[in-house]
């Protein structure tokens, strides 16, 4: 005892003396998310670690942890709950398992428009939705954006609601999107992100849905022929970390967090507009066939029993501020 005493002391006498004030002052924080290297939340996670690296003067780096590393996006969020990972990007996919509150995001054909999204996520209706999911031990930083989701499949080319009849969809592990795509005839298929790709080369499921961003970034045109620009769902992200970390952070600290947060968020926006302007051309010149003409009012119609499901299970009061926003 006494012997290891004396090591420790010299020990931390040496790294005083040695390197006081430099690398060693530094926290490496994991930020999770589940997208490939590059897209759009990966540079939000790089616009954020830049930011914060600067404001804290070099004391916090962020460590990217991409393409499902540490999970699908309902470990991620348990992770956080249980202090394993400190920071994560996510979709509102598996958020509502969590917090029931955010789950009017994930209604089909809600949001009119980017920016009605945007200013409706950055507003006072935005700043509820995160407090419901402080309330489940979690520190939700900010909105950010996945983007307007469209469906893929190796089967047949989508042209009509009637198409998707018994075709085995992927979706995200959220009640109201299953809902939304039983109601329109096809099977859904509940998922983790990490898993689809596998799935649709082994063709376990016929198709799955996302936004260009996603649908880019992930090579789904190397197992998916069609691509529908259905735009059926606008589909946000959030950042949240983890309240181990939080509490351990001054409230300087913080707000340098939450800087970060709003530059990462900005990055997203810039990157998925990027993308929407390229992505469509990309995926056809890599063989994908697109239909762009879309009757979204029978999409809509097709999926409105969603609407009358959720409506009975949560009320209608924040989906109707939603809708009265725009
Ligand atoms: O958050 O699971 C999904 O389809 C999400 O869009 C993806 O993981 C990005």
New binding site residues.
Partial sequence: MFRFRTITAAAVFALSAGVAGSALAQTTLNFA???AQGSH?SVGVQAFGEKLAELSDGKFEIREQAA?ALG??RDMIEGLQIGSVELV???T?PLGNFAPETLVLDLPFLFKDYAAARSILDGEIGDELLEAVNAQGLVALAWSE?GF?HITNSSRAIDAPEDLNGLKI????NSVHMEAFSAAGASPTP????E?FAALQQRVIDG????IP?ITSANMWEVQDHLTLTGHVY?P?IIIASPSLWDSLSDEEKAWFEEAADTAVAATRAKVEEDEQTGVAMLRERGMEVIEEVDQAAFREAVSPAYDTFVGQYGDEMLTRIQAAQ
């Fill in positions: 998310h589940t997208t939340y499902g699908g996006e990007y996510s979709s996919g996945n989701r992927r979706t995200m592990e998922m983790a992100f990490p689809v799955q849905e996302n936004p996603i589909s992200a």
